[in-house]
């Protein structure tokens, strides 16, 4: 028995080492998020930050100090590696009796599930004015319509399918094609109760290639150009594939807030990327609102209380 135990205890400890230097090699690659495989294990950082902590457990359990310094310095890297990068000036928060709220609810639909109309539901249970739906189908377009008297979606034959659902008017609405994989984006002014703001709803391809990761990042900085240059409040929402502590989100950061959301995929694992975003400008935050619950997605819905730093006139 006592060599049993000996012998597992040798296990874990090539385990935990092979582990370590995989860990270490692959946080070193991580930065490299101009190349599509870093830009891939960056997002997997929580999962590698996991997998130092439990190195530092065995380790101290074990009392093995050099190996033990190794995972605590690879913890602290990927703890400082996961901080968002700095935004844009957070605006005051206006007084609440004057300002009306906006309550949008983001979610990406998930274009293999069985069943998206559950997160039909949730946009009636949450009182959402303004539901953004990626990875949309038919189904739940039909039922949202139901509720939401302005209405703007793409085709809805495939991944791409992507709708905006308004209690508010929507105007001067168009689709744009990304040139690269013709993936659409939706641009339209809402009429908001505080006046005019104007909506863009993305969803760009995963970095499963050099030729997506770039795509995605130009389309990025395009709708973070849009931003910048609009005079009337801005909400850019969708699912970005791209992580909070991506580079490649800092031209949106820099000229918008992001809603504090947090991880959103895989919605079935309790430790999740935070891919799915909702940017404002014009706006403060109220509250931020994920539902962990069982919608028929492999992504967390959440919805954003949004409420206009100043008035607008109509």
Same mark, same amino acid.
């Given at each position: ?100 709220? *906006?309550?949008? #609810?983001? +979610?990406? !639909?998930?274009?293999? =599930?069985?069943?998206? $109309?559950?997160?039909?539901? &949730? ?125 490649? *989100?800092?031209? #949106?950061? +820099?000229? !918008?807030?992001?809603? =504090?959301?947090?991880? $959103?995929?895989?919605?079935? &694992? ?45």
């Amino acid at each position: 028995m006592n060599q049993i135990i000996k012998t597992i205890v040798n296990v874990g400890h090539l385990g935990a080492r092979v582990g370590t230097i995989a860990s270490v090699v692959m946080t070193a690659a991580s930065f490299l998020d101009f190349w599509v495989y870093g830009e891939q294990l960056a997002s997997l950082r929580p999962f590698i930050l996991l997998a130092a902590l439990l190195a530092v457990i065995w380790f101290s359990v074990f009392r093995r100090p050099r190996w033990g310094i190794l995972s605590v310095l690879l913890v602290a890297v990927g703890f400082v590696s996961m901080q968002p990068h700095s935004q844009g000036d957070v605006p005051k928060r206006p007084d609440s009796q004057t300002h009306s709220t *906006l309550r949008v #609810l983001t +979610a990406n !639909a998930y274009i293999g =599930s069985p069943d998206q $109309t559950q997160l039909a539901r &949730l946009a009636s249970d949450t009182r959402a004015d303004l539901v953004l739906v990626t990875e949309l189908d038919e189904p739940l377009a039909a039922q949202l319509r139901s509720s939401y008297p302005f209405v703007h979606t793409t085709e809805l034959n495939g991944v791409f399918g992507m709708g905006v659902f308004s209690k508010y008017p929507l105007t001067d609405v168009s689709i744009q094609l990304e040139k690269t994989y013709d993936s659409p984006s939706i641009h339209a002014a809402l009429q908001t109760p505080e006046g005019p703001a104007n909506l863009i709803l993305v969803h760009p391809l995963p970095p499963g290639s050099q030729k997506a990761l770039k795509a995605r990042n130009q389309l990025i900085d395009y709708v973070a150009m849009l931003t910048r240059d609009s005079d009337l409040p801005m909400i850019v929402a969708g699912d970005f594939n791209t992580t909070t502590w991506s580079t490649h *989100l800092n031209p #949106l950061m +820099a000229v !918008a807030n992001r809603a =504090s959301s947090g991880g $959103t995929w895989p919605s079935h &694992l309790p430790l999740r990327i935070p891919i799915d975003h909702v940017f404002f400008k014009g706006f403060s935050e109220q509250g931020v609102f994920e539902f962990t619950e069982d919608y028929g997605t492999d992504h967390v819905p959440f919805l954003t209380v949004l409420r206009s730093s100043s008035p607008h006139s109509h």
